[in-house]
């Protein structure tokens, strides 16, 4: 948290499912307020091919890695989503113009592992790079984990025993000190391409966290979070290496649960947060994440779904889709990307989270917009919509990343270029945006920057779905302490 306040920033900008037909690249921007080139784009890396999906990054080496002289933070991980290649991006010569350095492609892995469209990358102690699957070939679920060698970075095979892979897959986030590995499940990639309700019924997407042994590699036991806990995405254990605790944002019903280990050596998990569902009309998707579709599913109704949701009172859910935890395990923030807000809770009670701060940013119920919200638990307003330097921000807040200090919350509002067309088709023409947001480290509070604004809908090859965000010295979603 005393490390030197960030320069530059590495994302992925993807442009599949835009209608644009060019290469997904990586994006480096400014973001030192004493630079001339300030909140811009200072250097852009195509990848050789169309379609990747580009999404989450990782590190060959992290803190993990600490007291090894022979390891160097100098290449970050891009797997693709979809194409299930891996790019290994050199960082190293040149920060500020990363070049390609090696692809993995998609047949090596298929091959090797059995696994398919990589998600989350964590370097390992050992020096290999470990990367969780969400699915197989074929589209189906599967959640396994990739190894790569660290200096070579060829597919080394799989890190679970043969038969041992979840039934899905997404994060994971491991703490040798406890001899421990949670992973989280999305769904099979077959049923990704737009969000369906009707694909809970079928079982395609995932409510469990999977706990790992971390020497034997063998699967322990699969927490079921049920019906409150559909879709568990990103998980965080408490950067604190001694402790046995940490949070998993669950998308599909806007609730977080706390994972921890029991006295008596096996881990639970239990809900802390749940932010409310909104009762709306004037929704104008066919399919929407909402209370309506445990009915839905119950009724097996063949009528078609725009019918059906007439038939039905709307809820729309806040669909948390990225948390993290600031450094000094005193709070976590998630986005909740369908209602438009980031929130900010003091987690010093671990079971009982405070809520501390909240902003929003967009979203799908603006009060100049068709949606009207009828009854919302919480009483809050509709929020109007957000401009930032002349530009009304489409899409919502969606991934998250922290200054080491806490004091700065980087922001941008791409998902997944399938839901971003789904939900947010005005993000598809217009790119999505970079914001940042000042924390108030003391009581807790958040307030836009209004002088801060990365717009890729201005980039020279058209609009452009900025996502995750990684900083060149590590940060808080990035290394694991040991």
């Known amino acids: 948290m005393k490390g030197p306040r960030e320069e530059i920033v590495y994302l992925p900008c993807i442009y599949r499912n835009t209608g644009i037909q060019k290469p997904d690249y990586l994006a480096t921007v400014d973001v030192d307020p004493k630079s001339p080139t300030y909140c811009q784009v200072i250097h852009r890396l195509p990848m050789p091919n169309l379609n990747d999906e580009l999404h989450h990054s990782g590190w060959n080496a992290c803190s993990s890695c600490f007291g090894d002289s022979s390891k160097k933070r100098n290449r970050l991980i891009l797997p693709s989503l979809i194409s299930s290649r891996v790019y290994i991006v050199d960082t190293g010569t040149d920060p500020r113009a990363p070049q390609m350095h090696k692809i993995v492609e998609p047949t090596d892995i298929f091959w090797k592992t059995g696994l398919a469209n990589p998600h989350t990358t964590h370097c390992l102690g050992s020096g290999q790079i470990m990367i969780s699957s969400i699915g197989d070939p074929s589209g189906n679920g599967k959640g396994g984990f990739i190894l790569l060698d660290g200096k070579t970075f060829e597919v080394v095979g799989n890190w679970e025993l043969p038969g041992e892979a979840a039934p899905f897959g997404y994060d994971f986030w ?90 008596k050596g096996e881990w639970a998990a239990e809900k802390v947060i749940h932010v409310p569902s909104k009762k709306v009309e004037g929704w104008a998707l066919p399919v929407m994440p909402s209370e309506s579709t445990r009915s839905i599913i119950k009724w097996k109704c063949q009528m078609k779904w725009v019918f059906l949701n007439l038939m039905c009172d709307l809820f729309i859910s806040g669909l948390i889709t990225d948390i993290l935890i600031s450094l000094d395990d005193r709070f976590l923030y998630f986005s909740n990307w369908l209602h438009g807000d980031i929130r900010q809770y003091d987690i010093t009670n671990r079971r009982n989270p405070r809520l501390a701060g909240q902003l929003f940013l967009g979203g799908s119920i603006l009060n100049d917009g068709p949606v009207k919200v009828l009854e919302d638990p919480e009483n809050q307003s509709q929020p109007p919509p957000r401009t930032i330097k002349g530009k009304r921000i489409p899409g919502s807040p969606q991934m998250l990343q922290l200054s080491l200090d806490g004091k700065r919350l980087y922001v941008t509002t791409s998902l997944y270029s399938g839901w971003d067309k789904q939900f947010y088709p005005e993000m598809i023409k217009e790119g999505s945006v970079m914001m940042q947001i000042d924390v108030n480290t003391a009581n807790g509070g958040l307030k836009v920057n209004e002088n801060f604004l990365v717009d890729f809908g201005k980039e020279p090859n058209g609009p452009a779905l900025a996502h995750e965000l990684r900083y060149p010295g590590g940060d808080c979603t990035s290394d694991i302490w040991l």
């Open 174 to 263: 491991y703490q040798p000190r406890h001899n421990v590995m949670m992973s989280t499940e999305w769904g099979a990639p077959k049923a990704l391409k737009c969000f369906n309700a009707a694909v809970l019924s079928a079982g395609l997407y995932g409510s469990k966290i999977h706990v790992w042994d971390w020497t034997t590699h063998k699967r322990l036991q699969s927490l079921d979070l049920g019906e409150e806990g559909a879709i568990p995405l990103e998980i965080r254990f408490l950067h604190d290496p001694a402790a046995t605790e940490g949070y998993v944002g669950c998308a599909l019903q806007g609730t977080v649960f706390r994972f921890y280990r029991t006295p």
